[in-house]
């Protein structure tokens, strides 16, 4: 049986929209900024896509930018308020331990050109304390940038609660929402959300395709110079087809959130306590505020590289916490942001899912996983030694 159970990682195209984006590749081609008629066509397109993003977001069209994907829309917002900021002398940036590495890198970037940036803490929930972000609002704070989910362990941060707080100290306030859209409510009136990133991939779109939403008072500084298109906040002809298929991608998530919640949540439940019966196993994040799909847990005494070794010759598609795949040694910057051990970070498995999905699937990956972890565990000095207790056992 072959189960895809890594949804947080990339989504599969839905047939709406691969059957929205097909005319726009085969037949309506022209470019969108030609002027004849045929040109037209694309451009209209793109009109009906942003009207169709701005309503899944309750935002105005003219507040939509799209863009290559999340990672362009998180650099391109952090980027421009830090430099709307530093002509006002506000040089301070606030964010989280745990943010995507879009967020994190850049922020590391500005903090190179003499930016200062306040990582806070996200406990051993996972979640941002709002106490935390009032503490660490300044003078000079230009941006504060909270993820509204998170893509490792799934917590759900307190959007509208951040959101409010930065309103009534008039500080920007950004989000990553790649992990939410699609899959939560997000109302960036009601949330008092400035600048928010979502991105294709994640909710049944093509990969390569993303949004940023700025709300109209907010300045805004192009990543990419050349035409003008996207009102001159991104140049480069506009990925028609990408831009239409998110939309319909988008706007059908939005129209069966309710149903796909109602059928993802059971299977989510039953992944975690089965899973939780394995010994010495913990469930990483919060279960309270939390996006539906994701399921991230670790196993003590194993790697968790050869665990998705074993589990991809079973025919299940997971990941990691670890980025030792990217060829680094180190655990998860997220599973250590909540407090975790090297030790036991190093064991993590994260299963994200999705309305695809089946309880059969789910009923595999049970059978799989703990005969598997067992398997690892026999052969494994760390769990030898922990057995014979000459080390502790840290869960
Ligand atoms: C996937 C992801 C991104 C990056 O989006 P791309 O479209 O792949 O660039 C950014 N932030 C989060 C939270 C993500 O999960």
Redesign the pocket.
């Known amino acids: 049986m072959f189960v895809y159970a890594d949804n947080?990682?990339t989504t599969c195209v839905s047939r709406a929209a691969l059957d929205a984006m097909l005319p726009y590749l085969l037949e309506d081609y022209g470019n969108p900024s030609s002027l004849y008629a045929f040109g037209q066509k694309a451009q209209e397109g793109l009109q009906k896509a942003r009207e169709t993003v701005a309503r899944c977001l309750n935002a105005e069209p003219r507040e939509i930018y799209f863009t290559?994907?999340?990672?362009?829309a998180?650099n391109q917002a952090i980027v421009s308020a830090a430099r709307v900021g530093a002509r006002h002398g506000k040089k301070h940036l606030i964010s989280t331990k745990f943010e995507?590495h879009?967020?994190l890198h850049t922020l590391d970037k500005l903090r190179k050109e003499g930016f200062e940036v306040t990582l806070l803490d996200v406990h051993e929930d996972g979640v941002v304390r709002l106490e935390d972000v009032e503490a660490a609002l300044r003078e000079d704070t230009c941006l504060v940038t909270v993820?509204f989910?998170?893509?490792e362990i799934g917590t759900v941060q307190p959007i509208a609660e951040i959101g409010a707080l930065c309103r009534e100290r008039g500080v920007p306030f950004h989000t990553?929402a790649?992990?939410a859209a699609g899959h939560m409510p997000i109302d960036v009136k009601a949330m008092n959300i400035d600048m928010l990133?979502l991105?294709?991939?994640?909710f049944h779109a093509p990969?390569?395709v993303?949004v940023l939403y700025a709300k109209r008072s907010l300045p805004l500084f192009p990543l990419i110079e050349g035409g003008a298109q996207e009102r001159g906040k991104r140049a480069g002809t506009e990925n028609v087809a990408g831009i239409v298929a998110l939309a319909a991608a988008l706007e059908e998530s939005c129209a069966h959130m309710e149903e796909n919640t109602a059928k993802i949540i059971p299977m989510r439940d039953r992944l975690f306590a089965e899973l939780s019966k394995i010994p010495h196993s913990k469930i990483n994040g919060s279960l309270e505020h939390h996006v539906p799909g994701t399921v991230n847990m670790c196993f003590e005494g194993i790697e968790g590289e050869s665990l998705l070794l074993l589990l991809d010759r079973e025919g299940i598609c997971a990941s990691s916490g670890s980025a030792c795949t990217s060829g680094s040694l180190d655990p998860s910057h997220v599973l250590l942001s909540i407090g975790l051990p090297h030790e036991v970070a190093h064991g993590s498995l994260r299963l994200s899912i999705g309305e695809y999905n089946s309880m059969d699937q789910i009923e595999h990956i049970l059978e799989v996983v703990p005969r598997v972890v067992a398997y690892l565990r026999e052969i494994s000095p760390v769990w030898d030694a922990l057995e014979k207790g000459e080390q502790p056992h840290l869960i």
């Open positions: 947080a990682a290559s994907g999340g990672s362009e998180d995507h879009a967020v993820m989910a998170n893509n990553d790649v992990q990133s991105s294709g991939h994640k990969k390569g993303g």
